[in-house]
């Protein structure tokens, strides 16, 4: 049943819409969809090496430990502090930087800020009593509050800094892990909880020639500042006679570039999909609002974040703003009159027309703030608005009109066509560079291994890579048949929502529960029955029908496996549908069981 002609007068053509953003999406999509990236590993391997800590030497370690954390990143700091609070005795944490931090350890470039609001996406605010400086941090910030909530609950004390896991193999006499490292270190842990971060191993385009470039090169987590000069607030005086190139147009890119831009002799930044980039209007926090926050108010707005952004019905949005309007725009156009009932198929229909609307603002947006017609028009984003990472930026787009930054959009060719020893040449143009910024992402549909650095060997010597072959297989998204007392926090079958912090801090209230209820139970270990695995796999691909068709229709990029979306490939495809704050729900009941249901505990004394 189509939509009443009310909604017919919107002042565009749906249709005419729905055809650009195919088209659009059809030019873009590669054969090689995630082959067309290169590992940073062998020859690449410097572009992620540690810029800014000193290399510590020290003896390798042998330790038996109760729980080991991997990740030193908001998903570890949050278990530490969870697994604090639940009394888990003997946590440890291993982590290749230098301190604390995960993606805000490595992302330094400049003006890198968070573009969730401070009060929902900075953790612990109410525990810790801290209230950030503005609705938006700037990653300092940020960092800074990750080392606080490592000092307020001790983390630092077990921590192995500059240390890379290279192998973990479940040993079934000992009823452990060992776990080895670059350093040489032999650690046993009981529970290993992996929080290695889906956004964790830099990627390059592996574009020909990407090994002839004879000039400075690095990747935006490691922000070359000797290079550059300046810090994260700018002034990047070094650039003055460089001849720069950005490659790629992601929510980093719209962050860095005004300042890269404002500094560098010359600028061009190759382009493949453009970015939607919203108003960011960021504003210092009012004190008095903050004086009258009741206890539990950040659960209360992170959740209510958490329903917003997933279209579920709310009494009041509380964050207002640009992650959340075209959830505002949809509840306007949902009839107020409850007799008039809207069928799913309109409920769908009218999500679509509030998205057009919205991205028909975007794109309006690049008109009035770029001056150059022809590059204000390669600059708008023709795809739906959570295809890709929103951004939200208020000086990327003005950039563009600088006498010295140039636009170079590479979507005719599907990207960059090749690197040569002194520069870029795409187009039938040749740029002569001084240096190669890659601003290109992150691994993320890749095999786990290339994800995380290192192989998982569960009972009988299998690898997690072979189990996962077809697609994760876990119970609620934390653990898998064969790899016991092994938790993953993160994305992996269970509730997402854009505000990672919240859905890592209730995932590591759940693990906590369930090492202590192993513990209490005097089990040596616990894993998933493969029956109960297979029905959770079944559900997340049974829920994730509209998601999957959604990605389908969308550009390529990291949300839909580069445009190759399908029940079990993709971040849409492998979450729970509908979303964090029923998936906390579920996990809830499933505690207040207290039979631990599908769940297998092993007993049995250790053999002799
Ligand atoms: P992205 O993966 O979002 O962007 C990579 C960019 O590289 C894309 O524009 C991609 O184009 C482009 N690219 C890749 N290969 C080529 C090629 N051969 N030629 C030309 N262009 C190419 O990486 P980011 O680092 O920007 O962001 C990663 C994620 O990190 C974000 O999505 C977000 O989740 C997070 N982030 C969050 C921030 C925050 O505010 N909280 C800030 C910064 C990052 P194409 O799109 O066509 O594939």
């Excluded at 949902?334 to 007799?339: E, F, G, L, T």
């Excluded at 009218?350 to 150059?372: P, T, Y």
């Excluded at 000086?395 to 960059?416: A, H, I, Q």
Aim: proline fraction near 5%; hydrophobic fraction near 35%; charged fraction near 30%.
């Amino acid at each position: 049943m189509s939509l009443p002609t009310e909604y017919s007068n919107l002042g565009f053509d749906p249709d005419a819409l729905r055809n650009k953003y195919r088209e659009e999406r059809d030019k873009r999509l590669r054969d090689d969809a995630n082959d067309q990236y290169v590992e940073v590993s062998g020859d690449f391997g410097y572009f992620v090496d540690d810029p800014y800590v000193e290399r510590e030497e020290r003896e390798p370690m042998d330790k038996e430990m109760h729980v080991l954390i991997i990740g030193g990143g908001f998903g570890g700091l949050m278990s530490g502090a969870r697994f604090h609070e639940a009394g888990i005795k003997d946590v440890h944490f291993i982590e290749a930087g230098g301190d604390f931090g995960g993606t805000w350890y490595w992302n330094r470039y400049p003006g890198a800020q968070c573009d969730i609001e401070s009060y929902c996406y900075l953790p612990l605010l109410e525990e810790l009593d801290y209230m950030p400086k503005e609705k938006y941090s700037f990653a300092p910030e940020i960092y800074e509050h990750s080392q606080r909530i490592a000092e307020a609950y001790n983390l630092y004390e077990n921590a192995i800094f500059q240390t890379k896991v290279t192998e973990m193999r479940w040993q079934e006499e000992d009823a452990r892990w060992l776990v080895t490292t670059d350093r040489g270190d032999s650690l046993r842990p009981k529970y290993v909880v992996m929080s290695t971060g889906p956004l964790n191993r830099p990627k390059l385009p592996a574009i020909s020639g990407i090994d002839e470039y004879k000039g400075h090169t690095f990747h935006t987590s490691r922000w070359d500042y000797e290079y550059t000069g300046g810090d994260h607030s700018g002034g990047l005086t070094n650039l003055a006679d460089k001849r720069v190139a950005v490659i790629g147009t992601g929510a980093t890119t719209i962050q860095a570039v005004p300042f890269v831009g404002k500094h560098a002799k010359e600028l061009f930044v190759f382009q493949r999909t453009p970015s939607s980039v919203d108003e960011r209007g960021n504003k210092p926090t009012d004190k008095e609002w903050a004086k009258t926050l009741k206890p539990g108010w950040q659960r209360e707005r992170r959740e209510n974040f958490n329903d917003m952004v997933i279209g579920r019905p709310v009494k009041e949005d509380m964050v207002k703003d640009g992650w959340t309007e075209i959830f505002r725009k949809l509840a306007s156009m949902v009839p107020r009159d409850p007799a008039k009932k809207v069928t799913p198929e309109q409920a769908a229909e009218m999500a679509e027309l509030a998205d057009f609307q919205k991205m028909n603002g975007i794109r309006d947006r690049v008109d009035s703030l770029v001056s150059e017609e022809d590059t204000a028009e390669a600059l708008k984003p023709w795809y739906r608005q959570f295809c890709k990472r929103p951004t939200f930026n208020d000086d990327y787009l003005p950039t563009f009109n600088l006498p010295n930054v140039t636009l170079v959009d590479t979507s005719e060719t599907k990207g960059v066509e090749r690197i040569t020893a002194e520069g870029i040449e795409t187009g039938g143009k040749s740029y002569k560079v001084d240096c190669i910024i890659f601003a290109t992402g992150f691994e993320v549909g890749t095999a786990y291994t290339r994800r995380s650095g290192f192989e998982i060997y569960g009972q009988g010597g299998q690898s997690l890579t072979e189990y996962w072959a077809d697609g994760l297989r876990t119970l609620h998204g934390f653990s898998s048949h064969g790899f016991p007392n092994c938790f993953q926090v993160g994305f992996s079958q269970n509730g997402f929502s854009v505000n990672l912090t919240s859905v890592l801090d209730d995932q590591a209230q759940h693990v906590a529960y369930l090492i202590n209820e192993i513990d209490e139970r005097g089990a040596r270990y616990a894993q998933p029955s493969e029956e109960a695995e297979a029905e959770w796999v079944a559900t997340i691909r049974r829920m994730a029908v509209a998601n999957t068709a959604f990605f389908e229709a969308c550009t390529p990029g990291y949300y839909n496996n580069e445009g190759y979306v399908s029940a079990n490939r993709g971040l849409g495809a492998e979450s729970y549908a509908p979303g964090a704050n029923a998936f906390n729900k579920l996990l809830a009941e499933w505690r207040d069981d207290g039979e631990l249901p599908g769940l297998e505990l092993e007993k049995a004394p250790r053999p002799k």
